[in-house]
């Protein structure tokens, strides 16, 4: 028979821990008061412990039935646009209470503008010079002031504007918060999510000075910060200079030849200067929409939608485009439900800051052939926005030829419908060629900055995941 040596009992008792924890038989009544106070913070700061562990156990279960829905593409793809339309149809008054925030966007967007004119006009003016003087044969070859088409008149809007200008880059720190991108392209201004409240501390802190708070949205209330304050003054002494150079037919021959290129978000702001230099101006919606401001890293938001009576609290997240912050995308798709593309097919004509030697249209297939290829996303539901139609029809109308930018395009018409449906095709046969799956692709062709027809495609899209993919996590 097997006998086991049994450990005799211990003189410390079942458990030992209780023992070294007990109190001392000499205590004082004032070390028993501490002893007993530390004891009930103690337990206070364990409760607390349990309490939120139980709290995230509970966010956990219910974030498994949240829809996660990333939105990927290059850099300025309109990514962002098409968030604040998601933000706009679900959200408004969280959009709406932003909209001050914005206004230093928009003075660096109109300002950035001017110089980029400026900078063209030093850098190819003498291209155009000769020949707009020919029109005003009493000039001399510098130009007369007076002259529309007059170098000289050129001189004297740079001197005009050359306080105005100063300030982008006081404006660009502010945004950016001293944050500097190495190889994310040549001028971008990179900000993190949550820039608006680094901003709206300089307001606060200026209100703090003996000025009431108010709500944020009232034309006051924006003009408490002493750098917008004088750059508001600056637009308001320089806005017909500033219509005089934007009508330029010195400027107006450049942006023919493509020698400057203006942003799209570029020509919507100077083609409303007189507006945005009002005293009190106050961004509006559709100026929160056009405005451009490059972000780094992921933004997150969320909302909540309503399905079938239920609400269902949707995360959509922002990610960077740029080449260098595309590797920032992989630890989302895990459990991502859905992805959609944005790919401008209005940049047959431009090629990637990062690197001017690839076609954006380019880069934007091959980078939705990685997308479409990986295998964490081969259950995930794939809709692909094909952005910018509004500059595509633009460019296509003032006689930009696709095949001077896109060889393989040949001698097809360049008229909208071929363009359009050429690149289509493109990103589809993309998608079947890596679709082991059999997962079905959703093509939209969209202009984001259009509020009506663009939350009408946000719609379509938002139910076809209700309906599709999501069944597995009961939201249907």
């Known amino acids: 028979m097997l006998r086991a040596n049994h450990r005799p009992p211990s003189i410390l008792g079942d458990d030992p821990f209780s023992h070294a924890l007990k109190p001392s038989p000499y205590e004082t009544d004032y070390e028993k008061h501490s002893r007993l106070e530390r004891e009930i913070e103690a337990k206070r700061i364990s409760d607390l412990i349990d309490d939120e562990i139980r709290r995230d156990k509970e966010r956990f279960k219910r974030s498994k039935q949240d829809v996660r829905l990333l939105l990927l593409g290059q850099a300025e793809s309109g990514k962002s646009t098409l968030q604040k339309q998601f933000q706009l149809l679900h959200s408004p008054a969280s959009l709406d209470a932003e909209r001050a925030s914005w206004k230093i966007v928009v003075f660096y967007n109109v300002i950035h503008a001017i110089r980029t004119i400026l900078d063209g006009l030093e850098n190819w003016g003498h291209l155009v010079y000769q020949n707009l003087n020919q029109h005003w044969p009493n000039s001399s070859e510098e130009g007369d002031p007076n002259t ?24 660009a720190d502010r945004l950016s918060g001293g944050l500097k991108i190495t190889g994310g392209g040549k001028n971008g201004v990179y900000v993190r999510s949550g820039w608006q409240v680094r901003t709206q501390i300089h307001t606060t802190r200026n209100k703090g000075k003996g000025k009431a708070r ?11 910060d002493e750098l917008l304050v004088d750059v508001a003054r600056k637009l308001q002494i320089a806005r017909d200079d ?6 330029h037919p010195a400027v107006t021959k450049l942006l023919e030849k493509k020698k400057i290129r203006l942003e799209e978000w570029s020509e919507f702001f100077l083609d409303q200067i007189n507006r945005i230099a009002e005293r009190g101006y106050v961004p509006t919606i559709d100026d929160v929409l ?24 949707w995360r959509l997240y922002d990610v960077g485009g740029a080449r260098g912050q595309r590797h920032t995308w992989a630890p989302f798709f895990d459990d991502a439900n859905a992805i959609i593309y944005v790919a401008p097919i209005s940049a ?23 997308i ?3 295998k964490l996303l081969k259950n995930v539901h794939l809709v692909l926005f094909l952005n910018k139609t509004d500059l595509l029809r633009k460019k296509l109308a003032q006689g930009t030829r696709v095949s001077k930018y896109i060889t393989s395009y040949g001698k097809r018409s360049n008229d909208y419908e071929h363009v359009s449906n050429y690149f289509k095709t493109h990103f589809v046969q993309v998608h079947r060629s890596n679709n082991p799956g059999q ?21 379509n899209v938002r139910d076809s995941i209700f309906r599709g993919y999501l069944k597995d996590a009961a939201l249907v």
């Open 148 to 171: 529309p088409g007059g170098r000289s008149s050129i001189t004297q809007l740079r001197l005009k504007l050359t306080a105005l200008v100063a300030v982008e880059q006081v404006l």
């Open 214 to 224: 108010s709500t944020g949205n009232t034309p006051d209330d924006a003009d408490q």
């Open 242 to 247: 500033i219509v005089s150079l934007r009508n």
């Open 290 to 313: 056009h405005a451009r401001i490059q972000t780094i890293g992921v933004a997150e938001h969320t909302f909540v939608v309503q399905h079938n009576s239920r609400p269902v609290q």
């Open 348 to 370: 047959f004509d431009q090629y990637l800051e990062e690197d001017p030697l690839t076609n954006r249209i380019e880069d934007s297939i091959q980078l939705f052939s990685q």
């Open 372 to 374: 479409c290829a990986n």
């Open 439 to 459: 997962r079905v692709l959703y093509v939209h062709q969209t202009s984001v900055v259009d509020t009506k027809t663009t939350q009408t495609v946000i719609i």
